[in-house]
């Protein structure tokens, strides 16, 4: 009971905070009463689920579980598996965030090839941080308000964060194409899917301009991960391959297509691998 009360309140600390926070931006004077007891109910509720945490950690520590097993199983029966998934891309785009600031890159072994896809999105995103600074510069030059400037501020560097930050982890997980012929398809980090070498089937460039968000399915089979509006890159499956969208919804694909920024050194490199093992055939009629 309450595990299932705690998982409620997860979802409503957001919610009273959002509720606040659009007041004061429409200009409703709230009560410092109000206030205060909202505050206050956050915190109790903050209280709680640091409680019913700790009990569950408990619980599983005495099963026989390790500290992190315990504390990750503790997490999953407490906070909603779509909530568990927005922090953790949060998460990884900040840490995609120092990555970018050192000029390292995410999961690209020695010998794999790096498919930046960034090319189309990456002005639009730079105009969007620009906007947001300058929304923040005039907002805190004419809000009066004490705790709505207070408010934006933190709202408005949070965002211009977030906006760097899911840059950056475009920039620093590119997709790899390993030296087999293996497959990683990546979105910053928001999606990552690998396709194993003995599942490519064939790959051809491919320009296309499909309709929708940045991860989308078709009734036949089709994956598109769409950059700026368009993909490049066609890769057909010999196999179906599983993949995980962003929320957490499963699928499965037997046609991939995606955006890289040279297609063609992405097409070459996972061709390669298929054509090489022919060259070491003997010719016909040689014993």
Same mark, same amino acid.
């Given at each position: 009971?309450?595990?299932?009360?705690?998982?409620?309140?997860?979802?409503?600390?957001?919610?009273?905070?959002?509720?606040?926070?659009?007041?004061?931006?429409?200009?409703?004077?709230?009560?410092?009463?109000?206030?205060?007891?909202?505050?206050?109910?956050?915190?109790? #509720?903050?209280?709680?689920?640091?409680?019913?945490?700790?009990?569950?950690?408990?619980?599983?520590?005495?099963? %026989?579980?390790?500290?992190?097993?315990?504390?990750?199983?503790?997490?999953?029966?407490?906070?909603?598996?779509?909530?568990?998934?927005? #922090?953790?891309?949060?998460?990884?785009?900040?840490?995609?965030?120092?990555?970018? #600031?050192?000029?390292?890159?995410?999961?690209? /072994?020695?010998?794999?090839?790096?498919?930046?896809?960034?090319?189309?999105?990456?002005?639009?995103?730079?105009?969007?941080?620009?906007?947001?600074?300058?929304?923040?510069?005039?907002?805190?030059?004419?809000? /009066?308000?004490?705790?709505?400037?207070?408010?934006?501020?933190?709202?408005?560097?949070?965002?211009?964060?977030?906006?760097?930050?899911?840059?950056?982890?475009?920039?620093?997980?590119?997709?790899?194409?390993?030296?087999?012929?293996?497959?990683?398809?990546?979105?910053?980090?928001?999606?990552?899917?690998?396709?194993?070498?003995?599942?490519?089937?064939?790959?051809?460039?491919?320009?296309?301009?499909?309709?929708?968000?940045?991860?989308?399915?078709?009734?036949?089979? #089709?994956?598109?991960?769409?950059?700026? %509006?368009?993909?490049?890159?066609?890769?057909?499956?010999?196999?179906?391959?599983?993949?995980?969208?962003?929320?957490?919804?499963?699928?499965?694909?037997?046609?991939?297509?995606?955006?890289?920024?040279? /297609?063609?050194?992405?097409?070459?490199?996972?061709?390669? %691998?298929?054509?090489?093992?022919?060259?070491?055939?003997?010719?016909?009629?040689?014993?």
């Amino acid at each position: 009971m309450s595990v299932r009360i705690a998982r409620y309140a997860v979802g409503a600390v957001p919610a009273v905070e959002l509720a606040l926070v659009g007041c004061l931006l429409a200009g409703v004077r709230v009560p410092v009463a109000v206030l205060l007891g909202a505050e206050a109910l956050v915190i109790g #509720v903050l209280g709680f689920e640091a409680i019913a945490l700790w009990r569950l950690w408990r619980a599983g520590r005495r099963a %026989g579980a390790g500290r992190r097993e315990a504390m990750g199983a503790a997490l999953r029966a407490v906070v909603p598996d779509k909530a568990r998934r927005l #922090v953790a891309h949060e998460v990884r785009g900040l840490h995609s965030l120092g990555l970018w #600031v050192l000029r390292r890159r995410h999961g690209v /072994p020695r010998g794999a090839l790096a498919v930046p896809y960034t090319g189309p999105q990456t002005a639009m995103l730079y105009g969007l941080a620009f906007v947001a600074v300058v929304e923040t510069v005039m907002l805190a030059l004419l809000v /009066p308000w004490p705790v709505v400037h207070a408010v934006l501020l933190v709202l408005d560097v949070y965002g211009v964060l977030l906006v760097l930050a899911f840059h950056a982890a475009c920039v620093t997980r590119p997709h790899v194409v390993d030296a087999d012929g293996a497959l990683r398809v990546r979105y910053g980090g928001l999606f990552d899917l690998r396709v194993p070498a003995g599942a490519v089937a064939g790959a051809r460039v491919e320009r296309r301009y499909p309709e929708g968000g940045p991860v989308r399915t078709e009734t036949d089979g #089709v994956l598109d991960l769409v950059v700026g %509006g368009q993909t490049t890159v066609t890769v057909e499956l010999g196999s179906p391959v599983e993949f995980v969208r962003p929320l957490g919804k499963r699928g499965w694909a037997r046609t991939v297509r995606f955006h890289a920024d040279d /297609p063609g050194a992405a097409v070459a490199a996972l061709t390669r %691998g298929r054509r090489e093992p022919s060259r070491c055939q003997d010719p016909p009629g040689r014993a």
